[in-house]
């Protein structure tokens, strides 16, 4: 059977990133994240460029919320083909992936989950050295 969502393509509501989290809240979110999210380093349709993007989806949407107001970003409603239930999911895109990538990567049990944050944080330490090599003075 296919677990595809069909989200509804709008953002439902944006939020901006919070600054002061505790370990408490860093552990469990990264708790969270090795059980519901995803991330990654993803080819972009509209230029030919790679965009980092962190993800969480679950049905309980008190845990997608909290997490949107500590990271800031957007939570998305997408119907489940399966159920009748609503699928909340949470979206972090570019820069701000990379933010939640460092904060998040300690707290992570979850190898393959740990290797998806990796894949970012080496994304960007890749684009920075570039940067650095092109415009060294």
């Known amino acids: 059977e296919s677990t595809q969502r069909d989200c509804t393509g709008h953002c439902d509501l ?3 990133m919070n600054p002061i989290l505790t370990t408490a809240d860093l552990a469990y979110i990264a708790g969270l994240f090795d059980g519901e999210g995803t991330a990654g380093v993803y080819q972009t349709s509209k230029r030919p460029s790679l965009r980092p993007q962190v993800c ?4 309980d949407r008190d845990p997608v919320m909290f997490i ?3 990271f800031g970003g957007n939570v998305y ?4 083909t399966k159920g009748s239930k609503k699928v909340y999911k ?4 570019n820069r701000l992936a990379l933010d939640f990538a460092r904060e998040v990567l300690p707290y992570c049990k979850n190898e393959y989950k740990v290797q998806q944050l990796e894949t970012i944080t080496k994304h960007y330490t890749a684009q920075l050295a570039k940067l650095t090599q092109r415009y060294a003075l």
């Open 14 to 16: 944006e939020y901006e």
């Open 56 to 59: 969480i989806a679950m049905t």
């Open 68 to 70: 949107a107001l500590c």
């Open 77 to 80: 409603t997408c119907n489940s």
């Open 90 to 93: 949470w979206v972090r895109g």
